[in-house]
């Protein structure tokens, strides 16, 4: 049974910086697509980072792209989302989720079978 478990959220400033943390648990994950999404108030789920399998490419939407990085320690089964220069906007609760295979498609919340509690990211 896969669980991912994020933590790492919490209150910024404006312009500060967070680290989010997804551990994978119950699996080998080399072989699956990971992500970070996130979804504030009202709003639909948003794809923001995703990482291929075994850390290979990265992916970015263009709201977070050059502001959070998406990386991956193979050796702890974690995966993580360095969160930087951060807006009001980034405001939102963030989950993990794992999907088998490849990246194709990998903004589209559906395509992804794991998913973790969630986080959440305030900025004031």
């Known amino acids: 049974q896969v669980q991912l478990v994020e933590s790492g959220g919490g209150s910024v400033q404006a312009g500060g910086s967070l680290k989010l943390s997804c551990a994978i648990v119950?699996?080998?994950?080399?072989?699956?697509?990971m992500a970070w999404f996130r979804q504030a108030l009202g709003k639909d789920r948003e794809g923001i980072a995703g990482i291929a399998p075994a850390g290979g490419s990265t992916y970015y939407a263009d709201s977070v792209k050059g502001r959070f990085t998406i990386s991956q320690d193979n050796a702890k089964r974690t995966v993580y989302l360095q969160v930087t220069s951060v807006k009001s906007e980034d405001t939102a609760m963030y989950y993990c989720a794992a999907k088998v295979g490849g990246c194709g498609g990998w903004y589209e919340y559906w395509f992804y079978r794991y998913w973790g509690q969630g986080t959440q990211v305030t900025v004031s």
């Open positions: 119950g699996t080998t994950y080399s072989t699956f697509c």
